[in-house]
C-alpha cells in the first residue's frame, strides 16, 4: 500500500529529521511537505511542496484540509511547535473531513510541554523527581531555599532565548529586570509568557535527550543520548549506550504523560537522579538519530496509526553520532513556480551526497 505523508514546516530540523526517518524506513510512501515560505529546503525533496499560511492566520487548518483532500493524505506529521496546538485543537476536524491521521498528542499535553512552569507543575503533581522552581515573583523563596545558581527562563521559549544564568543577587536584580521589560521578539508570540527561575544544575556533561514512543499509557521504547549542544537547540554529538536508570525514569514520565505518539525528555543527572528541565511533546532533532540506530519512532507511528500494526517493543544499536552539514542545490525556476502558484509537484533539487 503506497501511502501519501504530509510533513509540515519543511524548512525546519525536526520537518527534516522526520523526512530522513520515513526514508530510511520500509515504508512505502510519496512526500508532500508545506512551509510558510518558499527556502525551505524540505519544500524540494518530496513529489509536491505547498506554501501554507503561518498557523496564527484563521486559514491555516482550512488550506492544510485543502492539500490533504487534494493529495489524498493519510498521515500528517507536524515539523515545529507553534503549529502543534493548532492541529491539537482541529485534530478532530481534520480527521473528519479528510482522510488524514493527524500524530499530535491533546492540547492539555502540548499547553504541558510548551510551557516550563507547567511542566515543573506536572512533576509535582505526579510525584516525580522535579528541579526546584518558581515564578519570578517568588524568587527570593527560591534563593532561600537553594541559594545560587540559579537560572531564569521564559515559560515558552524558543531554544536558548532570554535563558540566563545567574551567580548572585546584583546579576539576578539586572537580569530579572531585563527579561521583564522586554518585548518579546518571536513573532509568534504576542506578548511575554512569563519567567520561571530554577535551581542550577551546572553538570553539562551529564545532559541527556530522551526519546520515547507512547501510545494509550504504555511507552515502546526509550533511547536515551548523552549529548553535547553547539548550536541552541542543535545537538551536535550524542553518545548512545544503554542507560537503564535514566531509560527506566523517562519510561515511568512518558507513561503518566501519555504524549500520543513521540514526546522528548530532556534531563541533568542530579545525586544519581536524572532531574527532567524540558519536555518536547512532538518528534525532535535527533529524530533521525534514532532512525539510524534502527529506532525509527515515524515508521512506527505510522505503522501503528495508519496501518493498523502492533508495535514491537523499540531497540537500537550504540554507538556515537556526530552531526554535519550538507547542502540541497535548488534550481531558481523552482523557487520562481513556488513563489508564483505557491505550489510545486516533483521539484528537481539535488543534495550533496560527498563527504
Avoid at 158 to 187: A, C, G, M, Q, W
Avoid at 327 to 341: A, G, M, R, S, T
Wanted: aromatic share 10%; proline share 5%.
Amino acid at each position: 500500500m503506497k501511502l501519501n505523508i504530509m510533513v509540515t514546516a519543511a524548512g525546519s530540523a525536526i520537518a527534516q529529521g522526520i523526512m530522513k526517518s520515513l526514508k530510511m524506513s520500509s515504508l512505502d510512501f510519496n512526500l508532500i511537505t508545506t512551509d510558510t515560505q518558499p527556502y525551505a529546503a524540505g519544500l524540494y525533496r518530496g513529489k509536491s511542496g505547498y506554501i501554507v499560511p503561518m498557523a496564527r492566520e484563521e486559514n491555516f487548518i482550512d488550506e492544510i484540509i485543502k492539500i490533504c483532500n487534494k493529495e489524498n493524505i493519510d498521515c500528517v506529521f507536524i515539523g515545529t511547535d507553534y503549529e502543534l496546538l493548532k492541529f491539537a485543537e482541529n485534530k478532530e476536524r481534520i480527521e473528519k473531513e479528510t482522510n488524514a491521521k493527524v500524530v499530535v498528542s491533546s492540547p492539555e499535553a502540548i499547553r504541558i510541554a510548551d510551557d516550563k512552569w507547567l511542566t515543573h507543575k506536572f512533576f509535582v503533581d505526579n510525584n516525580l523527581p522535579y528541579i526546584p522552581s518558581v515564578l519570578s515573583d517568588d524568587v527570593d523563596e527560591l534563593l532561600k531555599k537553594e541559594g545560587f545558581p540559579l537560572i531564569i527562563k521564559p515559560r515558552i521559549g524558543d531554544s536558548s532565548k532570554d535563558t540566563f544564568i545567574v551567580r548572585n543577587k546584583e546579576e539576578l536584580d539586572k537580569k530579572l529586570d531585563y527579561v521583564l521589560n522586554k518585548k518579546p521578539d518571536n513573532k509568534y508570540l504576542s506578548e511575554s509568557p512569563g519567567f520561571i527561575v530554577q535551581k542550577y544544575l551546572p553538570n553539562k556533561e551529564d545532559e541527556f535527550t530522551s526519546t520515547t514512543l507512547t501510545f494509550d499509557k504504555k511507552c515502546y521504547g526509550v533511547l536515551s543520548m548523552n549529548r553535547e549542544m553547539k548550536y541552541p537547540g542543535h545537538t551536535t554529538k550524542a553518545i548512545i549506550k544503554d542507560f537503564p536508570e535514566i531509560d527506566r525514569q523517562v519510561k515511568k514520565i512518558a507513561e503518566i504523560f501519555d504524549a500520543f505518539g513521540p514526546a522528548n525528555f530532556q534531563s541533568r543527572i542530579m545525586n544519581g537522579i536524572p532531574l527532567v528541565f524540558e519536555i518536547n511533546c512532538r518528534f525532535s532533532g535527533t529524530t533521525p538519530f534514532c532512525a539510524e540506530l534502527c529506532f525509527n519512532t515515524v515508521e512506527a507511528a505510522v505503522r501503528h496509526i495508519v496501518l493498523k500494526e502492533k508495535i514491537p517493543n523499540l531497540k537500537h544499536k550504540n554507538g556515537i553520532i556526530l552531526r554535519y552539514f550538507n547542502e540541497v542545490f535548488i534550481p531558481h525556476d523552482n523557487i520562481e513556480q513556488i513563489k508564483k502558484n505557491k505550489f510545486i509537484k516533483n521539484p528537481n533539487s539535488e543534495i550533496n551526497k560527498v563527504f
